[in-house]
């Protein structure tokens, strides 16, 4: 018998877990639909040279590589690699297709990515992303509306205590200039920087003192990023400007009231060339975040392209609204409305019938197979599957031109007439809805 | 510079792709839901040994594999490989979660699948299959509501000239037997009749020739085969039974009328045991099908539970309703409905203001995010994103407190007070759409 675990570090998606994600997943494509997002979808793999290179030395390592087929099996070589993330596939499409995309392509995308990451809590090697990005405009316009379709995503979803933490990669080059770092050390001071929220002001001095920054320069760094207002340290700096236009622009949309400009904001990737944004939670940390990288799509175009985008932490997103039990009871209670059952093989095809007028009802209507001679086991079925409703069809009520109608939470039965049956039980169906 | 193809038989899913794939597959869903069946979906690559030795020699060859991660990676072992199927990780779900599944578990499962096949046109290395299956009955109320549910489907997609073959593995088990075809001989004559469609009766004839069945025997067969009623070949078989109760449960659900008994249908795959079925369209041919399997899901759970399931032909689906033209025109047309446009800086916050209340309209709004110095960018533009309406803010609108609004098709440019501009320029769109 062969073992039945799904492969280590990925899941299965039962049916309420799928209704919990298709449930974000379908506000998300909603609102990016109506900024005037378009959905596009990848191959689950890559040409491997499209992969290998662009996610540095521990990417490299953590890509799912395919062997190649046939008689090339035996030599190990692999030619095909998994999707690692959904930006440098949309980097090749884009070089792929320019001619027939517009000339500002915004698309969205929620697809599967894949790592071979060391499985733990949370942390899977099969994991969902959900992207926009917004590709041809240097205007903080373009910043301003992707804010805003994230807020207002966050806002349909329940959430209310989030705020948008904001700042740009120029702003963090110039502080540290200002404070002295020097420019081979921007890298790694900006990696430990990325780790404030995690290990403090004080971890994040040592990370500097480790990496042989002087302890003076570091000092005034720290100081600088624990600042509140950027604006006043780096006076008339263009990243200034962009960052006060955003905002101002952000003011119009669900981002108003939002946006925290956070010089000590870093984000990991190495791409960005603007402005970077991060989507927090109080207590909770990071949802999402983004930012602008003119400079990636040039990998496979051969001229630069601007580009700016967010990615919005689905699976994250998920869990925290199953611990906070945000999603509508709808979601994952009541996967069927009516359960047919019927007491006689004489009924069964009736039994049919019946699912058939009930669906052309709107209901879901779900038919127990088995002749019902016990009445425990439909019984039983009906509540696994959430039933509120059993409609029972047997001799008596074929002899009384009736359907017996049971309600799965009171237990009370009543009857109605078999003309007419769908429409009486759809009322009683969206009455146990409203209560 | 990098290549830019996907890889050799995938395909990039561009907007108008994915639109006219999500209108096929949010019919499916509903209509799966409304039969009571669920949401299921696997992870993308399973334990290499949970694939391996499942679909015969061939399919092993065109399993792809994932070679180990690390160290590993130079032994060019591999210990996964990529989904080739939906129903094997069923059975392994079943097997897994069987504490966690209703007694009978209805499931529909729309996700990718991944096979080396030499790329040709029409087939792809990476393509989407659609099935649904219910676990846990030999009743033939099963297939009467796959049918059922698989007709519903395709007449609401906008087939009207389709019909359900059915047949049944016993049948023609015992119809080979009744002509005098050897036991021995049943695997390879089933395979020959498989391909009735494609090489005729006569082409048939010369298979089963070719594969060693005696002459008198193989003719018997052909004529029971191409016989109208199979009925009466086999009077009181238990499989002719079965056949006729799924008939009539049948023709109390949208499959009423669809259905031709057809004794010749033979289905290639070994594993189904009981009741076979096929759609078809007239001049196009299979568009899914399915049985009855009851021995499938024991690989995985050490016993056997009985099953019954339908694979829809979803690719192909899409390909036939894009050759006849059956998509409704706003699955591909008009992926945004205005596209609001700014003259001079000074409009640009207002622009972003505007295009939220047009959001809040239910419209989906886009802003052109460079000043338009000159008129012709944000038309191409607006015209590349299938938009309807253009809304224009310049210095002459903001003086008059008014909102230019250009109808695109028409060319005409009328203008609207700004204050309760939103729902003036929702009437326009709405008035834009009906027409």
Known sequence: MAATQPARGTRDFLPDDVRRREHVAGIVRAVYERYGFEPLETPAFENIETLLGKYGEEGNQLIFKILKRGEHEKSGEADLALRY??????????????????????????QPVWRADRPARGRFREFYQCDIDAIGSTSPVVEAEILGAVAEILERLGFRDFVIRLNHRQVLTALLDTAGVLPAQHGDA????????????????KEFAARGIAEAAGAKALS????????????GHQAIDNLSAIVQL??????????????????????YTGAIMEVAVEGI?????????????????????????????????????????????????????VVVTFLDEGSRGDALKLATELRGAALRADVFPEVARKFEKPLKYASARGARLMAILGENERAKGEVSVRDLTTREQTAVRRAGAAPAIAALARRRTEN
Do not use: W
């Open 85 to 110: 993330d959904l930006t440098v596939p949309l980097a090749r499409v884009v070089a792929e297709h320019q001619g027939k995309l517009p000339a500002l392509f915004k698309r969205y995308q929620i």
């Open 190 to 205: 900006l990696v430990a920087l990325d780790k404030m929220d995690k290990i403090g002001r004080e971890g994040v001095a």
């Open 224 to 235: 600088y990023f624990t600042s509140a207002d950027p604006g006043t340290l780096l006076p």
């Open 250 to 271: 952000a003011g119009m949309t669900p981002a108003a009231g939002r946006i925290r400009l956070d010089p000590s904001l870093a984000r990991g990737l190495s791409y």
């Open 285 to 337: 940390g990071s949802l999402g975040g983004g930012g602008r990288y003119d400079n990636l799509i040039g990998m496979f175009l051969g001229r630069d392209i601007p580009a700016c985008g967010f990615s919005l932490g689905l699976e994250r997103i998920i869990v925290v609204m199953t611990e906070r039990e945000m999603f509508p009871a709808a979601v994952t209670h009541g996967a069927v409305d």
